[in-house]
């Protein structure tokens, strides 16, 4: 599962904002899909670039990720590098592309989690329920101090 740290969570959401927002979206461009929305968010490259790149290798976002070498200069390996780095790991990547984590899809509602990977609005339901749960996370691990109420009766 993804870091469990604030930048995350706010990449998360502002993928889902983007989408909502009208960011191009088209599950079969490398660029605009799922996996691309969210790199064009933490790497700042382009949707076009993001796609040239991977057009340079074989397959999808999922095959790329089962390919995926940290010791190469292949243009997309770069791009998940900078994703793994960032906090995401191949498996939430492969994940997103399909909208398939079960802990993700349990957490939404029976009647409501056969989402489809390839509809932008089930892509942000996707999103948010997924920053939802990370926050959900990060505030389990803060502890806050106990302070003691001293009382002035002088």
């Known amino acids: 599962m993804a870091a469990v740290k604030l930048e995350v969570i706010e990449a998360l959401r502002k993928t889902a904002r983007a989408l909502e927002e ?14 691309g929305n969210l790199a064009q968010q933490v790497t700042r ?18 095959e790329q990720l089962n390919d995926y070498c940290s010791n190469t200069s292949i243009p997309l390996d ?9 906090g995401f790991t191949t498996d939430d990547l492969k994940n997103l592309e399909r909208l398939s984590d079960h802990d993700i899809l349990n957490r939404i509602p029976l009647e409501k989690r056969h989402l489809r990977h390839n509809c932008k609005d089930d892509v942000v339901v996707y999103l948010n329920e997924w920053a939802d749960m990370l926050e959900e996370k990060l505030l389990e691990e803060i502890t806050l101090p106990r302070f003691i109420k001293e009382t002035n009766y002088a």
């Open 22 to 35: 009208d960011a191009p979206y088209m599950w079969g461009h490398m660029g605009s899909c799922n996996c």
């Open 45 to 62: 490259r382009t949707k076009a670039e993001i796609h040239a790149f991977a057009m340079q290798g074989k397959g999808d976002w999922s």
């Open 78 to 86: 770069l791009v998940i590098f900078d994703l793994i780095s960032f």
